[in-house]
């Protein structure tokens, strides 16, 4: 599982990822951009959010009140309900340091559509209470993740005494959803796990992923000729077999890689138009790259990742 700091969030890191993948060095590059800039420029997620979102929030607060813990307490800030075991104090300060100003970068960097239903984020103090919610709510029993979004409740779940970790990767599953309910898995993960660790652009209006502990698992593969094939990275049983952890750090090299061509924000929108005849993202890939085939983006790929400093 991930452990990396994404952002200043101080003893507010989150550790969040989808699903299970292999687990980071003990010890892990920390990102510190200007927090205090991100939230001086944000504002709500109100621009396209339905006049009705907060009662929808009020209404499911009331239901979430109902299976939650009697200790935990609930902030409302829409579209997000947020509850945990912390004080509401505590809480307000996850959402006006962190989740607010993440999800305003996410929006005005890659998402359109504003979401219409809540989301709901559920924080747990401990790994413990973490495992048995999951358990309960959801009937998850593997040992070896900290925190995952649920597509059909808008639901992400997690465990803060994981450690240092990555809201942002779980924040951008949701948005996404809330934009684009389909996108080619490899790339839906691979994006959330390129905000694991960024940086916000200036005035906080947007990130951009940085390089962290899975550009060396990459970069091995590439210098030792074990890269996946475009086939089978974008393969959705292929990509969930097999060598996840490195399925997920060639996924989010490929962000990145699209990132430093400049047109990772274009394959994404292009992608929400082809998804139906493309729902592999390979064309669409092949397009944006201007390139003819798969093999020409596997070439320019393994010879950029080996070009890349090691993290």
Not at 108 to 114: A, V
Request: hydrophobic letters at 40%.
């Amino acid at each position: 599982m991930t452990r990396l700091l994404f952002l200043t969030i101080g003893p507010f890191a989150i550790m969040t990822i989808a699903y299970w993948v292999a687990a980071p060095p003990s010890s892990a590059a920390v990102v510190s951009p200007d927090s205090a800039t991100a939230r001086k420029s944000f504002h709500p997620l109100d621009r396209s959010i339905p006049k009705d979102l907060t009662t929808r929030c009020q209404a499911s607060a009331a239901r979430l009140r109902q299976v939650l813990p009697a200790d935990f307490q609930i902030v409302t800030r829409a579209p997000f309900l947020i509850a945990g075991d912390l004080p509401e104090s505590t809480l307000q300060k996850v959402y006006s340091d962190v989740i607010g100003p993440v999800a305003r970068a996410l929006r005005e960097t890659y998402f359109e559509t504003s979401p219409k239903l809540p989301i709901t984020i559920v924080i747990c103090s401990t790994e413990d209470l973490f495992r048995q919610l999951a358990k309960d709510w959801d009937g998850h029993l593997e040992s070896g993740y900290h925190g995952y979004y649920q597509r059909d409740k808008r639901r992400i779940l997690l465990d803060l005494e994981a450690g240092n970790g990555s809201l942002a990767h779980e924040l951008t599953h949701a948005l996404s959803h809330a934009d684009c309910e389909q996108l080619p898995e490899w790339f839906d993960e691979g994006l959330g796990a390129l905000h694991e660790e960024a940086s916000y652009t200036a005035k906080g209006r947007g990130l951009f992923g940085l390089p962290n502990w899975r550009c060396k698992l990459t970069k091995q593969a590439a210098n030792s000729g074990h890269l996946p094939t475009l086939e089978a990275l974008t393969d959705p049983t292929t990509f969930r077999s097999g060598d996840v952890g490195l399925n997920y750090a060639v996924a989010r090299s490929m962000c990145l890689f699209l990132q430093d061509r400049q047109v990772l924000q274009k394959y994404y929108q292009e992608l929400k138009t082809r998804w139906p005849s493309d729902q592999h993202g390979v064309s669409t890939l092949c397009r944006v790259l201007g390139v003819k085939s798969a093999s020409q983006v596997e070439r320019q790929f393994a010879a950029w990742v080996k070009r890349q400093a090691s993290s």
